[in-house]
């Protein structure tokens, strides 16, 4: 994988941070929500180059994706899918224009999407799991995702990867059995998440 390239490099316009009161958010999450700024480019590959991952058949999903960066970093990679959930409609909007525009000689996934909606709402997909988070949200928010992302992973048998770029609420992962620290930066953290193949529902978080 060669160096990680610009927004204008990409052909997409991701850079200007949003302050939470510019953010069009509805719903009962608005509150835990964090301002919308972009991962400096080069941090996804930087955790994605050590994981084992078996990419074509791998589901990647950014979940607060903002104005889309990451999404169009992911779709870099030969990932099977690759999946943006954005809480603010205008947010979403954007990425799903810089999806668009992005040039597709760097393209190499397969399919790549924006949803409009809640993180603490999605459900994931059979296949291997990579979920990105760039603090986008507090600890209520997370246990949500956390508790769906364990409910699905057991329903498929297969496991997941959360790569956490500046990890407010680690604390969430980390006190569940299922989960292990995998790699460490000063900046961020990776986690493997197996839940086991028992076929049982994973305990409530609360
Ligand atoms: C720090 S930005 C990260 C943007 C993008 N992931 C990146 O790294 O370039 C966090 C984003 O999470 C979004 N967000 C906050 N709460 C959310 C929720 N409950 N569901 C979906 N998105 C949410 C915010 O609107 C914001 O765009």
């Avoid at 835990?32 to 994981?51: S, V």
């Avoid at 603010?88 to 397969?110: D, Y």
């Avoid at 809640?118 to 209520?140: E, K, T």
């Avoid at 364990?150 to 992962?173: G, K, N």
Wanted: one cysteine or more.
């Amino acid at each position: 994988m060669s160096k990680a390239p610009s927004d204008r490099e990409l052909g997409i316009r991701t850079q200007r941070s949003e302050g939470i009161e510019r953010l069009d958010l509805e719903g009962p999450n608005r509150i835990h929500a964090e301002r919308y700024e972009a991962t400096p480019p080069g941090i996804l590959d930087e955790m994605l180059l050590g994981l084992d991952v078996e990419w074509p058949a791998a589901t990647f999903t950014d979940l607060g994706c903002g104005k889309g960066r990451v999404v169009c970093h992911a779709a870099r990679w030969p990932f099977a899918r690759v999946v943006g959930v954005e809480l603010s409609a205008t947010l979403a909007e954007q990425a799903q224009a810089n999806v668009a525009a992005m040039r597709p000689a760097h393209r190499k996934a397969a399919k790549v999407e924006v949803q409009q909606g809640d993180a603490a709402r999605h459900r994931f997909g059979p296949g291997p799991q990579v979920l990105y988070l760039y603090n986008p949200f507090r600890a209520p928010v997370l246990r949500a995702v956390v508790q769906h992302l364990l409910t699905d992973l057991t329903r498929h048998r297969a496991e997941a990867h959360v790569l956490y770029f500046e990890p407010m609420a680690r604390a969430v992962l980390e006190q569940r059995p299922e989960v292990s620290l995998v790699a460490e930066a000063r900046r961020w953290a990776v986690f493997r998440v197996a839940p086991g193949v028992t076929g049982e529902t994973p305990n409530a978080l609360e």
